[in-house]
């Protein structure tokens, strides 16, 4: 089966700008994660979705990041204005609904910014 | 916030060795999981291990939980080179129905030739 699809891969802007990544989970997957890793750290969950529905966003900055799944199936995660320490690879990921279920990422997206 | 710490940070050994790495967590968990992340690349997973589950076999890689210590060990036998990655191992809970993975701070692990 596909993997989870993210883009785009890379992404440089500056400070206070505005950037958007896109997730399209494995199909038939409820649940889609926002995960941020910071280099050197383990991944930070920032959201989490059951289908359209948010169940867990404690820890996302809500004062400049959003995020949406319309319909329940892809995802769209949106920093604005961005800052320095943004800069990290922005991983989605996937799992069945249930607890227990393995979860699958994607290859992430790297955010640079300048 | 992270909930496990992974020791050691990092671990360099020759091809051929046995390669240990542990896991240690602060809250109750319904399930762990150990992921491979090669450099510049997304997460692989490689192992689920239940809380009613002590040790779980796949291929090369063993892996062991103790509850009562909170505590897990990922083992790869035989290392290559093609395993040098980081490994993170991530403590599952459950939430609204989903499963949410909390990760630890990861172990470089380097195989040489």
């Known amino acids: 089966e596909a993997g989870v699809a993210q883009s785009p891969r890379y992404k440089i802007i500056e400070k206070r700008q505005s950037v958007a990544f896109w997730c399209n989970p494995i199909?038939?997957?409820?649940?889609l994660y926002w995960y941020q890793q910071i280099l050197g750290q383990g991944p930070k969950l920032l959201i989490q979705f059951q289908n359209n529905g948010v169940v867990d966003d404690s820890q996302l900055p809500k004062d400049r990041f959003s995020a949406e799944r319309l319909k329940g199936v892809d995802s769209t995660l949106k920093i604005q204005p961005a800052k320095l320490e943004d800069s990290a690879v922005y991983l989605c990921?996937?799992?069945?609904?249930?607890?227990?279920?393995?979860?699958?990422f994607g290859e992430g997206s790297w955010l640079t910014v300048v | 916030s992270q909930q496990g710490e992974e020791d050691p940070q990092a671990l360099s050994i020759q091809e051929g060795e046995n390669a240990t790495m542990n896991c240690s967590y602060k809250t109750s968990i319904n399930n762990l999981q150990w992921y491979r992340q090669n450099s510049g690349r997304g997460l692989v997973h490689l192992i689920l291990?239940?809380?009613?589950?002590r040790e779980k076999h796949s291929g090369r890689l063993r892996v062991t939980l103790d509850t009562s210590k909170k505590s897990s060990s990922l083992l790869i036998t035989a290392s290559r080179a093609a395993d040098t990655a980081s490994y993170f191992c991530?403590?599952?809970?459950?939430?609204?129905?989903?499963?949410?993975?909390?990760f630890g701070t990861g172990t470089q692990l380097k195989v040489e030739l």
């Open positions: 990921a996937s799992s069945r609904r249930g607890a227990g279920n393995t979860i699958y």
């Open positions: 291990i239940r809380s009613n589950e």
């Open positions: 991530a403590t599952g809970g459950v939430t609204g129905g989903g499963n949410k993975l909390t």
């Open positions: 199909s038939g997957h409820a649940t």
